[in-house]
Structures are given as structure tokens and as C-alpha cells.
């Protein structure tokens, strides 16, 4: 995208019901990367994150605990979901909750001109809701259950019993949008991705869209209907409006103006919520639908999607308090495509951190460094006549720098780090064929010596740049160690899609100690 545009993304707001799993972090983080990758390369960036503190699970949870819904959603994201931002080290912009009085107020704002528009009716409605998903539940995901649930309709996902529901509520006219929203998809080929994500919502749209119940009478936490208070809208609306309120819906029009359409990132088991209702509520109001919708893959462990209800949900700090932050984002956003699931193990962290990390980059870092301080006095060296060899890790600097942006541009992170990666090994294929060490021994090479190191250091520089969206703490390292001017902040501040661009790190500038950028770790979990 040309730089300068507005470039707004969203993670879901989470159901604060339980502490953050890996899950919430690996969303959290790859939004966190996307975001970071556009605000270093001068688009007008804002990133938003939250919690979605309505609804019946919560009142449960709250009543189960003895305290009030608000004290119960007030001491979770105290304790656990504002803390995951620091352990992760997402740099948000802002972080909205549904209890906020800018959210609420503007929700009713926005279904006040869906009723006024004629777009909501009142009527009876029974199905079968999973209080988990506080969902009502489609076909597809109703199975029998099996064990101590034998007889009984249980949610595929959460494999608990459901809900008879039977009340009188309010509906969205969502059947009147399945042909704008078939149009949507065909006209806006990039509306829905990845095209996986994409066949599923146009084959469900495709079989027909039923009206959608928007508001629940039989409990009070939620947000009143401004036309009928006997009614709370149905929390997964409310949490829906949470990307438009959260940028001055119903109060800020020139902040509205400026951030909105947004880009929304959400795991696959709620695309439908974004691909589907939410655009339609949007076309209903008359408000610009999203520029995108990206639909990741579960995280699995042991072959099933991370639940606390089944015991296979890890905490963010379980790996960071071993690994590291950048480990534990490098891990899984080069680990799995994005887009598609990945399992996670124990196993297959270590072994990437020790190959990839410590030996591969964090090893690469260190001897280029040791080396210009043991031969050249600590001095990046000048370079001298470049060889075809070093046009041609020159070469491949530039085209890794594009090719990263243009998977960036894609939601590709695992690409674009893998386009980068490529830098890291070309960097020690070259230190090994040319033997620096061997360089030093003889003073006829020292003009030889200066520039394979030269080259070696103006890698990392670029490296620095170029992964310092995906692992800022030890690309800082790096960047201070290099000699590089103005420490984090200026790292930060580098253009990243001129950072192909060959010889931005001076000569002459002196280098500082470096430990090692990833420390072998002897034990894990």
C-alpha cells in the first residue's frame, strides 16, 4: 500500500470469562506484527484490541464467584488480559471495553438507526444455545452427545449440553442481505481470506440467510435497547460494534473519518460473525464494510483446538518465562501458515529456538560483532571492491526486503519471515565460504577483510529493520550493538521498505559488546 494510508486492524475483543491462552496470544501478536510492519513504514497505523464483558456466561461466572458482572470483568482484565499485552509486548493503540461508557452509548446509537431504518422487528424465537459460544446454534454444529451427555444436543465445540431457548426478542433483517453480500465476495475477491475462509462464508450465504435475533429478555447484563430497556442486545452484536466505536462512531466523525474501514483479524470459529452479520449491520446502517477480514487456523494441542475445558490451554508465561517474548512470537508466527492450523509442542519450540534463533540469527549477530571488534578495534570497517559474491547477498537483501512487504501485504507473516530468513542464512554461507578469520592472518587481504565484514554488518542492519515487527527486544539489541544511531527509538523509526536499500549503516561507527541475542537454554517444560 502506498505509505501514508490510514491502515487500521483489529484483533477480536476477547471473552475475558478465563485467564489468556496461547491462542489469544498468538492473535494478539500477529496483529501486533501486521501493525507494527505498517507504522514503521509511515502508513497512518492504529491498532485495537479489547474485552467483550456482556453476556450470560459472564453473569454466571460473576454470580458463581459472589461479586457483581463488573467486578468480576474489572478484576480479569486487571489481572490477566491487560498483563498479556506486556508479557507479548503488543503495542496497541488503544483497548476498548464493551463496558465503556464510548461503547455503549454509541451501540445504542447505531441500532437506534437500524430500528428507525426499519431493519429490526420484534418476534418469538426458540433454538438451542450454547452458553459457551453465546451462540444459538446452527445445524452444523449440533452433535449428540456421548458419555454423561448421551441423549442430549451438545455444542461441537465446546462438546457441552445446549440450551432450549424460547423468548420473545428482536431480529435483524440479515436475510434481506444475501445478494449485496454475494456481490460483496465477488467484486472484493480479497473481502475474505484466506480462500479457504472465503468458500466456506460464500457457501453459507449461499444456502440462504435467516434473520438473526439481536436482543435477550431473560437477563439484564448487557446494554439496554434504547427503544425497548426490557431487552439487552445480544452480546455478539454488541461486541461486533466494538471496531467502530472504539474509533468515534456516534461521536468523533473526524477520527471515524480518518481510521475507519478497518482490517479485522479473528480465528476461523468466528468468521461468520465478521464475514457475514457484521458487514450486513454495516450495509444496514450505511457505513463503509471492512477492507478485509483474515481468518487464521486454530492453535492445537495434542491434536485438539486449545481449551481450559479440556486442559490443553497453555498461559502466554508458561513459554515466555523460558523462552522469551520474541521466541514466543518468532515461534509462531514462522511456525505455522497463517491462515491454516498448526499444532504446537514443547519439542518442536526447543528446536527451532537452539536452530533458528540461537544458532542461526543470535549466532550470526554475535561473531560479526566479535569479529570487528577483535580485528578492525570495534569499528565498522570501510568496504572496499565488491565482488560478485557481495552483489549478490546485496541483491538478495533487496529482493527479501520487497518480498516480505508483498506478504505483509497478504496477511502472509509466515512468508515474510521466511523471505527474511533467507538473509539470516545467505549471511552465514557467506562468513563460512569466506573465512574472515583466515582474511586476518593475512594483511594483503585487509582491504578484503573489511569489506566481507562491512557486508556482514550491513546485513544485520537490515535484518534489525526488517524483524523488528516480529522480535522487538533483541532486534534492539542488535541495533545498539551495531553502533546504529539513536538506539530503539530510531530503530523503529526506520523506513522498513527502504530497508533493502544497500549501505545505510556508516563506516567508521564503533560497535558495542553483545550477549548473546537468544541464550542457550539447557531444560525446558
Known amino acids: 500500500m502506498p505509505a501514508g494510508e490510514s491502515f487500521y486492524i483489529t484483533t477480536p475483543i476477547y471473552y475475558p470469562s478465563d485467564v489468556p491462552h496461547i491462542g489469544h496470544g498468538y492473535t494478539s501478536v500477529a496483529v501486533d506484527t501486521l501493525a507494527r510492519w505498517h507504522r514503521q513504514s509511515g502508513d497512518d497505523t492504529w491498532m485495537l484490541t ?25 478484576k480479569l482484565v486487571s489481572e490477566s488480559w491487560f498483563p498479556l499485552l506486556t508479557t507479548l509486548d503488543v503495542a496497541n493503540d488503544d483497548f476498548i471495553r464493551t463496558t465503556q461508557e464510548r461503547h455503549e452509548t454509541n451501540v445504542q446509537v447505531f441500532f437506534q438507526k437500524l430500528y428507525d ?89 449461499s444456502q440462504g440467510l435467516k434473520d438473526l435475533s439481536i436482543s435477550r429478555s431473560t437477563f439484564d447484563w448487557g446494554i439496554p435497547l434504547p427503544w425497548d430497556t426490557s431487552h439487552v442486545i445480544y452480546v455478539w452484536v454488541d461486541a461486533l460494534l466494538n471496531y467502530v466505536t472504539a474509533v468515534g462512531y456516534g461521536s468523533d466523525e473526524a477520527t471515524f473519518d480518518r481510521r475507519w474501514p478497518a482490517y479485522h483479524v479473528v480465528g476461523k470459529d468466528i468468521l461468520r460473525f465478521h464475514a457475514v452479520i457484521w458487514p450486513a449491520m454495516l450495509m444496514a446502517a450505511g457505513l463503509e464494510v471492512p477492507k478485509g477480514v483474515f481468518a487464521h487456523g486454530w492453535l492445537l494441542v495434542g491434536g485438539e483446538k486449545m481449551s481450559k475445558s479440556k486442559l490443553t490451554g497453555i498461559a502466554p508465561t508458561e513459554i515466555t518465562d523460558v523462552f522469551g517474548s ?31 534463533l540461537a544458532n542461526g540469527f543470535g549466532n ?86 573489511g569489506t566481507v565484514l562491512y557486508t556482514c554488518a550491513e546485513g544485520l542492519r537490515a ?5 523488528s515487527p516480529v522480535m522487538p527486544q533483541s532486534t534492539a539489541k542488535l541495533w545498539d550493538a551495531l553502533g546504529a544511531e539513536g538506539g530503539l527509538g530510531a530503530l523503529t523509526a526506520q523506513p522498513l521498505r527502504d530497508a533493502g536499500r ?12 553483545l550477549s548473546p541475542l537468544f541464550p542457550r537454554i539447557e531444560a525446558t517444560a
Open 364 to 449: 550470526l549477530a554475535s561473531r560479526t560483532i566479535a569479529m570487528i571488534e577483535r580485528y578492525f578495534d570495534g569499528v565498522v570497517p570501510t568496504a572496499g571492491e565488491y565482488t560478485a559474491q557481495d552483489l549478490g547477498i546485496q541483491q538478495l537483501v533487496a529482493k527479501a526486503a520487497a518480498d516480505a512487504d508483498a506478504a505483509v501485504e497478504r496477511f502472509r507473516i509466515d512468508e515474510a519471515i521466511a523471505d527474511v530468513w533467507t538473509i539470516v542464512d545467505a549471511l552465514n554461507g557467506y562468513i563460512t565460504e569466506n573465512e574472515p578469520w583466515a582474511l586476518a592472518k593475512d594483511e594483503e587481504q585487509r582491504e578484503r577483510l
Open 117 to 205: 431504518a426499519g431493519y429490526i422487528y420484534a418476534g418469538e424465537y426458540e433454538a438451542l444455545y450454547c452458553v459457551g459460544c453465546e451462540e444459538f446454534k446452527p445445524e452444523s454444529e449440533i452433535v449428540d452427545g456421548t458419555g454423561p451427555f448421551e441423549g442430549l444436543k451438545v455444542c461441537a465445540i465446546h462438546s457441552k449440553p445446549l440450551e432450549l431457548l424460547q423468548e420473545k426478542n428482536y431480529f435483524f433483517k440479515l436475510s434481506e442481505f444475501q445478494d449485496r453480500l454475494l456481490e460483496l465476495y465477488k467484486t472484493e475477491p480479497d473481502f475474505v481470506r484466506p480462500d479457504s475462509a472465503r468458500n466456506e462464508v460464500i457457501s453459507f450465504v
Open 463 to 467: 535484518l534489525a529493520v526488517l524483524l
Open 50 to 74: 479489547g474485552t467483550d464483558e456482556h453476556g450470560q456466561k459472564m453473569l454466571r461466572a460473576a454470580a458463581a464467584n459472589g461479586v457483581t458482572p463488573q467486578e468480576w470483568v474489572d
Open 326 to 356: 520474541d521466541a514466543y512470537r518468532f515461534y509462531f508466527l514462522s511456525a505455522i501458515a497463517f491462515g491454516q492450523d498448526g499444532s504446537f509442542s514443547w519439542e518442536d519450540l526447543s528446536a527451532r529456538y537452539q536452530a533458528e
Open 502 to 513: 544497500w549501505g545505510q549503516l556508516p563506516a567508521g561507527i564503533g560497535v558495542q559488546a
